[in-house]
């Protein structure tokens, strides 16, 4: 599952890097949806690293 995680947030980097990560930008409802996802994602990184200790 961590390695779904890694995926994903990368994913959701390469979209926020992208020419889509402009449009996003400019629509605030987008760019708040983006932004929970990278924080979900981030949240659940956190929970797994610390179950792996």
């Known amino acids: 599952m961590k390695g779904y995680m890694d995926a ?3 994913l959701l ?3 926020d890097e992208s020419a889509l990560g402009l ?3 400019d629509d605030v409802s ?3 949806k983006l932004s929970n ?3 979900a994602v981030q949240t659940c990184k956190y929970i797994f690293n610390r179950t792996n200790l």
Request: no cysteine; hydrophobic share 45%.
């Open 8 to 10: 994903l947030d990368t």
């Open 13 to 15: 980097s390469d979209i």
């Open 23 to 25: 449009l996003v930008k």
């Open 30 to 32: 987008l760019q708040e």
């Open 37 to 39: 996802a990278a924080e």
